[in-house]
């Protein structure tokens, strides 16, 4: 909360004297100063290490992998960060993303990036204004890096460049980006207002001149080095910050609750927490093969999510008689931004009318995803 001190002065009751006294200025008051959402990595949930990464890979939340070409990397979260001596924040990891396969020659349209996509609404704070990028970097190679900012169309980019000057050693970057143009199509809303790219790789189709908006889909410059060029490569990031203005301020600290919260508007997952039998949902049982169960979300997701589960067998539902029963198949309706209906189907053995669970099975690992994610 931004605020500005006040002086008051005021005549007492019976006229002897005055106080002066000051109050805040509420009046100005902004959104969060950091943009990035999870720009500590505390928060993984779907998982802690992700071997041979797929195009398009979620990693630790709000984070994503994206690459085209030969290279292959394990992607985890490290406790290997930058010391609070050096950066004055105390970060428990970090994003680690480790060559396994090399590309020692990248293709005109290869690319290897690590992504955030800002939703509008957070963006829209600091659109057509000019902003500050800072983040620890920890590169095995050294040389010239980019970092890539595109509107949702592609129709509007801007690069910026940052250099690791020394190899395995924890590096701050500060970068300016000028203020976004009016024109192209953005989108200030619920859906994509700002994509992010952290370039490992650039090919040349997607190369920029940095330091300027451009007409284009561009992620890099051709200063980019190629950081797939040999499998002992680790790329590492910590502390990403993106503001509003010119000055690169101290690392914005959210509490762990908010920041789950805020992560949880673009994906949460209900799982048992690995406890045997732990209820994940209530309802009741339409017939003796049937059960339906309401699945309530923690946090109002970003818009209409979409519902994915583990295997079936992971889960089971609740007989009136306190038998189990063996989920067979799994289906979901009825989805809101808050609650989705969950449909088990079992072989038999429920009493239509009466109320059910649907739980985790004895091995509790069973997970249900909800993604409203960009």
């Known amino acids: 909360m931004a605020s500005t001190l006040k002086v008051d002065t005021i005549t007492t009751p019976d006229g002897t004297g005055d106080i002066t006294f000051s109050r805040p200025i509420v009046g100005n008051l902004t959104a969060q100063k950091n943009i990035i959402i999870n720009g500590d990595f505390d928060i993984w949930q779907r998982g802690t290490s992700f071997a041979a990464a797929a195009n398009g890979t979620r990693i630790a939340d709000r984070w994503r992998y994206l690459k085209s070409g030969a290279m292959v990397h394990t992607i985890s979260r490290d406790t290997d960060v930058p010391t609070v001596a050096e950066s004055g924040h105390l970060s428990n990891y970090s994003l680690k993303v480790d060559c396994t396969t090399i590309d020692s020659s990248i293709a005109a349209g290869d690319y290897s990036y690590i992504e955030q996509r800002v939703e509008g609404y957070n963006f829209k704070y600091l659109a057509q204004k000019a902003m500050k990028l800072s983040f620890w970097h920890k590169h095995t190679k050294t040389g010239t890096y980019c970092v890539g900012y595109l509107n949702s169309a ?118 048992a927490d690995s406890i045997a039998d732990n209820f994940l949902a209530v309802g009741m049982s339409t017939s003796t093969t049937t059960g339906i169960t309401m699945l309530e979300c923690e946090v109002e997701k970003r818009t209409t999510p979409t519902v994915s589960h583990s295997a079936p067998g992971d889960f089971d539902l609740l007989a009136s008689a306190g038998n189990t029963k063996p989920v067979t198949a799994l289906t979901y309706s009825i989805i809101s931004k808050r609650t989705i209906r969950a449909n088990g189907t079992v072989a038999s053995g429920l009493i239509a009318g009466e109320g059910t669970l649907l739980q985790a099975d004895g091995g509790g690992t069973g997970y249900i995803d909800i993604s409203a994610e960009l």
């Open 154 to 271: 592609g129709d509007r980019s801007y690069v910026t460049e940052y250099t690791q000057s020394v190899t395995d050693t924890w590096e701050k970057a500060e970068m300016d980006i000028t203020a976004s143009p009016s024109g192209g199509t953005w989108d200030y809303t619920n859906g994509i207002g700002l994509k992010v790219y952290f370039s490992i790789a650039t090919g040349s189709t997607f190369h920029g001149t940095a330091d300027t908006w451009e007409s284009a889909e561009d992620y890099g410059s051709s200063n980019q080095v190629n950081a797939c060029d040999n499998a002992a490569n680790n790329f590492m990031l910590s502390q990403v910050q993106l503001e509003a203005g010119s000055v690169a301020t101290d690392f914005e600290i959210r509490n762990h609750a908010t920041e789950l919260a805020m992560c949880k508007r673009y994906f949460e997952r209900i799982n």
